[in-house]
């Protein structure tokens, strides 16, 4: 089955520094990568979301780079803000037999120092 | 639109009793899903649902039971509650391929 494993698994940055969170994936049929937000005590939401067809994504402060030869996908923050602190969750995805299999990384727990 | 729903927020359950976490939706997706979540863990998939009287297992499966008999509606079923299903509990929807998940507040749930 897919594995997917994130880096790191906490990251400290100053307010202002950019923060970048990598993932790889074994199953080269994954062709749905998004990104995920968990602030403490709340529920996972999306922020940004990348296709197989696309090598990058950026929406403001936040970029999305893919390179499926190596498979890997990673997470860039610029202008990090301290209500950037969460834990950030990386998933692959892929179609299986009518179904939509999502694998989920660890998670990174963001914190930005002000 | 509401989204996703989950009920209760919280419960605690002696070992052994039962209890149903409710899930429902009001995007019309097809897919639903149910995540637990362990500190340190991510999100593990225990039982998932590609539309109104089909479901089928995750990674986790055990001591659960899910039903689908509405596209609105996805409840988790826990029998004989053990120590070892303590988590949070997630319900998701999707409204189709390459689409994101949508997460409902969650259920945190203790068994003692």
């Known amino acids: 089955g897919e594995n997917v494993e994130q880096h790191p698994s906490t990251l400290s940055v100053q307010e202002g520094d950019s923060a970048v969170i990598k993932c790889t994936y074994s199953d080269s049929a994954s062709n749905y990568f998004p990104w995920y937000k968990q602030e403490l005590g709340k529920r996972p939401q999306l922020i940004i979301d990348i296709r197989s067809n696309v090598g990058e994504k950026k929406d403001q402060r936040i970029a999305v780079t893919l390179n499926k030869t190596a498979k890997h996908f990673s997470l860039h923050i610029t202008e990090t803000q301290p209500e950037d602190s969460a834990v950030y969750f990386c998933a692959a995805s892929k179609n299986s037999g009518g179904y939509q299999k999502v694998t989920f990384g660890i998670g990174t727990k963001l914190q930005v120092i002000p | 639109n509401a989204g996703v729903t989950q009920t209760p927020k919280f419960r605690i359950l002696k070992i052994g009793q039962s209890m149903t976490l409710q899930c429902t939706q009001d995007m019309n997706h097809n897919y639903m899903y149910w995540y637990r979540q362990d500190p340190g863990m991510?999100?593990?998939?225990?039982?998932?649902?590609?539309?109104?009287?089909?479901?089928?297992?995750?990674?986790?499966?055990?001591?659960?039971?899910?039903?689908?008999?509405?596209?609105?509606?996805?409840?988790?079923?826990?029998?004989?509650?053990?120590?070892?299903?303590?988590?949070?509990?997630?319900?998701?929807?999707?409204?189709?391929?390459?689409?994101?998940?949508?997460?409902?507040?969650?259920?945190?749930?203790?068994?003692?």
């Open chain 2, 42 to 112: 991510g999100l593990k998939l225990i039982y998932y649902s590609v539309g109104a009287g089909i479901t089928d297992k995750g990674e986790v499966p055990n001591g659960y039971n899910v039903s689908r008999s509405t596209t609105e509606d996805f409840p988790l079923r826990l029998e004989l509650a053990a120590p070892s299903q303590t988590s949070v509990y997630f319900c998701a929807s999707r409204g189709g391929y390459n689409s994101p998940l949508h997460f409902g507040n969650g259920t945190r749930l203790t068994v003692t």
